[in-house]
């Protein structure tokens, strides 16, 4: 094992079994987004025509909001313990930690939101190919919701502050992560365009978020600790 | 020599005060025409006089977004040199930049009203704006929420960056939402070609509305400067009390 | 109103355009200036109190 990989895999492993055992992550993440879809039909009505037209919406609306809320303490607690400021004074670039901390985020909180969304799509009315689709684009797109609320989460531990301000700062930046996450649903389940077209570019926005998420939240957390 | 002195806090307060007066005159002389043109400006064959909505749309849609690139380049003034002034000067454009966003979205929906029969539609540009209309109320609640002026600065010049770099994606993207969603039946604001009869009042206001929010920013500039003085003087103050412990 | 009847059909909302802005303008000067007004005042209040920088002292100045 090179040095360099191994003080990210003891911090990948660390942060993985926090979330597991904590059990403040991946668990009520899942429980959020099964609420939030399950109180839609009483919005809306439980007309079930209706349900599965805008179901994948309301699947994404879900788990961008639970993937974000998650997101709120997760460099907070760091900071709080010191654990933060060993991190960024090793010799492991900051950047490469907070993306080792974001895989792991993902893996506890993210992946389970993708795994619960065939059930919760069965609710919406959603058909095999619609959920299939549907935990598809979450698959790639929730890797970017987790990364532009890194620099939310990261602004959290600079402001001191947490919440509401954050919601409100960070929910604008996933607007283009929610135009083509449903659009890629909508286009493998009604069409008009391929599913290929806003999948490639959800793709892409993915890999963009990826770069900004982490250099942003870098900085935020360099400027932070001063 | 020059740019170090503009960079000292007191020599821009010496600098504005001077300033202040003869931008503001110029910007009512250059307003005063532009109305003028504006009022003599001949109507739209499709549109009648409801284009005259343009000559403050128009320019209120630019400043909203000179108001994010200003506080950008101020941003970038903040994290790389570390400049008070830059912190200063993205906080005072921040409200500024927000009130023109609103003007923008304000009579943009007046003018749909009369045009598309309803005050608001998803229309793509209408859309955008009221994002980073959004992104600049979230920018002035962060700098109201947070106490410490030098600490706010740096996250929200982080934000502003990263905004910056997404409000181009956000755009493009509502864009593409918006011909996915809707069919092309919807009457663009505008236009392709414009006639030189309505640019020129067009383009006169623009400068005025640029010359009103250059003259707003360095009043506010001025008056951000002062507010920090006097949170400096009143630590000072805090911290000279007897019984402070110091 | 000779220029309410030259704007045509849509004139309320020409007008409530122009009114908006003009509001959202002078608001905005009102802003700065009641705010320029207080930070003076509370300057002079602090500096009458003999609260002064250290930049003033160091130049001579007095407070």
Not at chain 1, 17 to 27: F, H
Request: proline share 6%; glycine share 8%; net charge positive.
């Amino acid at each position: 094992m090179s040095p360099l990989l191994n003080p990210l895999l003891a911090l990948f492993l660390r942060d993985v079994r926090l979330a597991i055992r904590v059990g403040g992550g991946g668990g009520i993440g899942v429980l959020f987004f099964l609420i939030v879809t399950v109180l839609m039909p009483f919005a809306i009505g439980p007309d079930l025509a209706l349900l599965g037209r805008i179901g994948p919406a309301i699947l994404w609306l879900g788990a961008l909001l639970a993937s974000l809320l998650t997101l709120d303490r997760l460099f907070a607690a760091d900071h709080e313990d010191g654990s933060l400021d060993l991190i960024s004074m090793s010799e492991t670039p900051l950047e490469l930690a907070i993306a080792t901390k974001a895989a792991a985020h993902w893996l506890t909180t993210g992946l389970p939101l993708v795994i619960a969304t065939p059930f919760l799509g069965l609710f919406m009315n959603l058909d095999g190919t619609a959920s299939a689709a549907v935990a598809l684009t979450l698959l790639a797109g929730t890797p970017a919701l987790t990364f532009v609320g890194l620099i939310g989460a990261a602004l959290s531990v600079a402001l001191r502050r947490g919440g509401l301000l954050l919601a409100v700062l960070v929910l604008p930046l996933t607007v283009p992560v929610l135009i083509f996450g449903v659009a890629a649903s909508n286009a493998a389940i009604v069409g008009p365009v391929p599913f290929g077209t806003p999948f490639t570019i959800l793709c892409a926005l993915t890999l963009v978020s990826l770069v900004v998420g982490i250099f942003a939240a870098a900085a935020a957390l360099r400027q932070g600790m001063e | 020599m020059a740019l170090i002195d503009l960079a000292n806090p007191t020599r821009f307060l010496s600098l504005a005060r001077p300033t202040l007066p003869w931008l503001a005159g110029l910007t009512a002389a250059v307003f005063a025409v532009g109305l003028v043109l504006t009022h003599g400006a001949p109507d739209d064959y499709q549109q009648g006089a409801t284009v005259k909505i343009m000559f403050i749309h128009v320019p209120s849609a630019w400043l909203g977004m000179f108001g994010w690139t200003l506080m950008s380049a101020a941003a970038l003034g903040t994290l790389v040199w570390r400049h008070p002034l830059a912190d200063v000067a993205a906080k005072a454009a921040a409200p500024i930049g927000a009130a023109f966003t609103f003007l923008c979205l304000v009579t943009g929906s007046l003018w749909g009203r009369p045009m598309w029969g309803t005050y608001w539609v998803w229309d793509a540009r209408l859309t955008s704006v009221l994002l980073l209309f959004l992104m600049y109320l979230g920018v002035i609640a962060l700098w109201r929420t947070v106490e410490d002026p030098s600490r706010a600065a740096r996250a929200a010049a982080i934000l502003t960056l990263v905004g910056a770099i997404n409000l181009p994606i956000i755009k493009w993207s509502v864009d593409w939402w918006n011909t996915l969603h809707q069919p092309a039946s919807v009457v663009k604001l505008g236009g392709p070609a414009i006639h030189p009869t309505i640019l020129l009042p067009l383009m006169v206001m623009a400068l005025a509305f640029t010359l009103l929010f250059l003259t707003l920013h360095l009043a506010a500039m001025r008056n951000e400067i002062l507010r920090r003085r006097v949170r400096t003087l009143m630590l000072m103050q805090a911290q000279a009390a007897p019984g402070s412990g110091s | 109103m000779n220029l309410f009847s030259s704007l045509g059909p849509h004139a309320a909302f020409i007008v409530a355009a122009y009114a908006v802005a003009a509001l959202t303008v002078a608001g905005l000067i009102g802003w700065i200036w009641i705010d320029h007004r207080a930070q003076k005042r509370r300057l002079a209040l602090l500096e009458m109190g003999g609260v002064t920088r250290r930049s003033d002292r160091a130049a001579g100045r007095p407070a």
